[in-house]
């Protein structure tokens, strides 16, 4: 028989969203490529998803529920049967609510699939439980924060305006690792003659195809914006008349935070010379339709909010927004096509209940607050490894009294310290509807290979412990199927006009934007708001990241050839990383008395990491760049990267600040 070949959807945490088609033989996925009717994915895929089907069919895949027989962490487990596994779960945290009550149970999850329903399915079910609750805030709501401060709910432009434009500014992002395809527009718009920047803090793969490429001191973005602004001003590169009918707060900016903002004090913080910096404003300001792409790097520091906010200024000041073009995308925000509070149900809450940042796990496993967290669910996320401050997690998942549950596909950090480990679905084996927030694509993907083994999706895991906990609410009973259609049979301002047959037989659709949406500005006044009297701090102004002791900023980057801690499964991708690097610059290397491909550790007063060290001009002086989020299993030491990053907190928006961390690192010892 004939291989058949199947729509689906990358459901992985990446602004690309990208469209598969998976051929099939015998129930198992034997080859995966891009869709190339998919208008952004365009028959191509990444490094990490063109063998998704090594990932599916892996051998290490879990294939049914294990309870714990040794120490915790030791990894040793026997295999139970479901209803045995259930049965386990849901008679602990009974004894757990009569003893200590719901607050004692804490979900943790992110963003190991992305699909609506398989992304929220715990949401109901521990609302309903009255557990604590968790605020995810791991990955950029310091960006949003700052977004929303400037410019409420507008609508980010769609990718594809960036072949328009003439000036194209990859900004804190590596978007040939991070959102590869955004990368066919900016060439596009480079073969019609644009010239592209990139700003980061190294370089990058990205900045190997810019054509230039401006390296700032980590976390100081906010005052090169600010000194692009008073060159702008200065110079009288302004649109006056865009600001006049479009901007609020303009003279108020000038007056009071321009005035004291020159290009010199910007080169002192950035480390860029003055000139290079009166260069960049006099080419933004004199482009016909400059586009910043703005990532999410800047954003995890002490200060990335307003970091962010000040930069989302720019293109007021030379009226970006009204040209073809221009304008600045952060995230596209197709996520209100489908209503995600069908899914959350956050009426099923029993009452308002403790919150706890995920940013501060190890906090909150290791302080024994009242109640205690007596119990850990851990599902499509994998904290052991992601979550800042390792060793304070780690310290945390060991204690013998905390019953941990994880639900994963395959035997994680975090699920070597489980209680009980449930096999979950790929995405290949459940169904779910998919937005995105770097294109304004939707998609429905049904299930299209044969379960592996016993693993469950997230909802049907969900619904079994529903009816375990004796939630009699029809809505647990629902099949995913049920949900979806529930979904698509909800009207959403967004899905006007779509072709819904397309879109229910698994097509990517994209959504319409409005006639002139880049200047309709979904603010309180309507207009672009460079000053905000609702901000604690009207006005953006420059705030220092935070100050560290140690002599190197760390750089905890994402790596090209994994996503997060996904995808350290496959040995083909390991074999391409084969290892944990430490990047410095020579002169560093040479001060230390460091040599390349030599073992050192890397410390601070959180952790201390193995890496083997690569002595590379691409990085500054006073900057070490550690790439990728290994398992422990792969590590050369004991920790990996996230033992040296800190729970603190962005300045809004509660989020992580993987990136404003200091180390210093030495031969190591051994
Ligand atoms: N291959 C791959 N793709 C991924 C991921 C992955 O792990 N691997 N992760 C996915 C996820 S969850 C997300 S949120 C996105 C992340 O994507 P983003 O966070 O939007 O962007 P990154 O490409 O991670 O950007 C980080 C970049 O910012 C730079 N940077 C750090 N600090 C500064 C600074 O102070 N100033 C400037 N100008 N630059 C700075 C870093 O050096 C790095 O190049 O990517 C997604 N896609
Ligand atoms: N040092 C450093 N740390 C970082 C970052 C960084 O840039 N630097 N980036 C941060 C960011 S932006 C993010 S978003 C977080 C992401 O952190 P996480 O959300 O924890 O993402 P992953 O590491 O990809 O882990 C997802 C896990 O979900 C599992 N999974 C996949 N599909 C399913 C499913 O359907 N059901 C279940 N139950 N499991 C499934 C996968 O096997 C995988 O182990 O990491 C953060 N950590
Ligand atoms: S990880 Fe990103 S680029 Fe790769 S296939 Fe998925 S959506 Fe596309
Ligand atoms: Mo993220």
Redesign the pocket.
């Known amino acids: 028989m004939a291989n058949s070949v199947r729509r689906s959807v990358c459901p ?4 690309d969203t990208c469209g598969l088609l998976v051929e099939i033989a015998d129930g198992k996925a034997v080859k995966v490529t891009g869709d190339p009717d998919h208008p952004f994915t365009r028959g191509f895929l ?1 490094s ?1 998803m063109n063998r998704y089907q090594e990932t599916a069919h892996s051998p290490n895949r879990l294939t049914s529920p294990l309870l714990r027989t040794g120490r915790k962490g030791s990894g040793q487990f026997r295999r139970i049967p479901w209803p045995e596994a259930i049965t386990r779960i849901s008679t602990r945290w009974r004894e757990i609510i009569a003893k200590n009550g719901a607050e004692a149970i804490l979900p943790y999850s992110y ?1 190991g699939t992305m699909g609506i329903v398989q992304r929220n399915a715990g949401h109901p079910f521990f609302y309903r439980l009255g557990a604590s609750r968790l605020d995810r805030t791991i ?2 709501p310091a960006k949003h924060a700052g977004w929303k401060a400037v410019m409420g709910g507008t609508l980010a432009p769609h990718p594809d305006e960036v072949m328009e434009s003439d000036l194209v500014i990859l ?5 040939v ?3 590869v395809h955004f990368l066919h527009g900016v060439r596009e718009a480079r073969r019609k003659g644009a010239k592209v920047w990139v ?4 370089e ?1 793969p ?1 900045t190997g195809m810019a054509d230039r490429a401006f390296l ?6 906010g005052a090169l914006a600010l000194g692009m602004m008073s060159v702008l001003v200065a110079e009288d590169l302004v649109d006056r008349n865009f600001l006049a009918v479009h901007a609020q707060g303009f003279d108020e900016l000038c007056r009071d935070v321009l005035s004291d903002f020159s290009p010199q004090k910007a080169s002192l913080l950035t480390g860029l010379p003055v000139e290079t910096i009166r260069d960049m404003a006099r080419a933004y300001g004199k482009s016909i339709a400059p586009f910043i792409r703005l ?4 954003s ?2 002490a200060n990335g909010a307003m ?1 962010c906010r000040t930069i989302v200024c720019l293109p007021a000041l030379v009226g970006a927004w009204a040209k073809r073009g221009g304008g600045l995308l952060a995230s596209a925000a197709s996520g209100s096509a489908f209503s995600t509070k069908a899914v959350t149900r956050e009426d099923f809450m029993v009452r308002s209940t403790r919150i706890v940042n995920m940013n501060q796990l190890g906090r909150a496993l290791t302080q024994m607050d009242d109640p205690p967290v007596l119990s850990l669910y851990v599902y499509h996320a994998n904290p052991a490894a992601v979550t800042p401050d390792q060793n304070e997690i780690l310290k945390g998942l060991s204690r013998e009294d905390l019953f941990t549950v994880v639900h994963e596909r395959f035997m994680t950090d975090t699920a070597a310290f489980a209680d009980i480990v449930l096999p979950a679905t790929s995405s290949l084996e459940h169904g779910d509807l998919y937005s995105s927030y770097g294109t304004y694509c939707v998609q429905r993907a049904r299930p299209v290979i044969r379960r592996v083994r016993e693993s469950k999706s997230n909802w049907e895991v969900f619904g079994l412990l529903a009816e375990a906990m004796g939630f009699d609410d029809g809505f647990f009973r629902q099949s995913e199927d049920d949900l979806i259609e529930h979904l698509l049979s909800t009207p959403s301002a967004m899905r006007e006009g779509i072709d819904s047959d397309a879109l229910d037989s698994g097509k990517a659709v994209e959504l319409r934007l409005p006639t002139g949406y880049k200047t309709q500005f979904l603010t309180v006044s309507g207009k672009i708001q460079i000053i905000n009297l609702r901000e604690q701090e009207p006005l953006p102004r420059y705030t220092p990241s935070s100050e560290g002791t140690y002599p190197f900023r760390l ?1 905890t ?8 801690s996904s995808f350290r499964e496959r040995d083909d991708l390991r074999a391409k990383d084969p290892a944990m690097l430490l990047r410095i610059n020579p002169s560093d290397a040479g001060r230390k008395g460091l040599k390349d491909g030599e073992r050192v550790s890397a410390f601070n007063d959180l952790g201390e990491v193995s890496f083997i060290l690569r002595v590379t001009s691409k990085v500054p002086e006073g900057v070490v ?1 550690a790439d ?2 290994w398992w422990l299993t792969h590590c050369p030491g004991e920790r990996s990267v996230n033992a040296l990053t800190s729970q603190r907190l962005t300045d809004r928006g509660a989020g992580s600040t993987f ?1 404003d961390n200091t180390v210093d690192v030495r031969k190591e010892l051994r």
């Not at 900004?171 to 978007?175: F, M, R, V, Y």
């Not at 700003?199 to 190294?202: F, L, P, R, S, V």
Request: glycine letters at 10%.
């Open positions: 992985y945490d990446c602004p990444c990490k963003s990955c950029s900004w804190g992002i590596d978007a690792a991070t959102n700003i980061d803090t190294y990058t990205t700032v001191c980590p976390g100081s973005d990532g999410s790097g800047l995890r520091y970091t750089m980057a994402p790596a090209r050839n994994f996503l997060n760049v990728g989020i990136y």
